[in-house]
């Protein structure tokens, strides 16, 4: 892997889980350009608890200890 990962499993799971769940709403209840915009920065979110990465917590300088990998 090219990075290290930086958020730990619990908050991977509630990642995908409200990502995927605002995508949905969105898309269903916004519509048009808002839904669209709203839809594509929850799927960010989406995918950063996929790969387990998220670039906002690394330039803070987020870094996990041992047990929470």
């Known amino acids: 892997m090219f990075y290290v990962k930086n958020v730990p499993t619990w908050e991977r799971a509630l990642r995908v889980i409200v990502g995927l769940a605002v995508v949905a709403w969105a898309v269903l ?3 048009g350009l808002w839904g669209t915009v709203v ?3 929850a799927a960010g979110i989406v995918l950063s608890g996929l790969f387990g990465f ?3 917590c690394a330039m ?5 200890d041992k047990a929470n990998r």
């Open 39 to 41: 839809a594509l920065s």
């Open 29 to 31: 209840a916004l519509g």
């Open 54 to 56: 998220c670039p906002a």
């Open 60 to 64: 803070v300088g987020r870094k996990l």
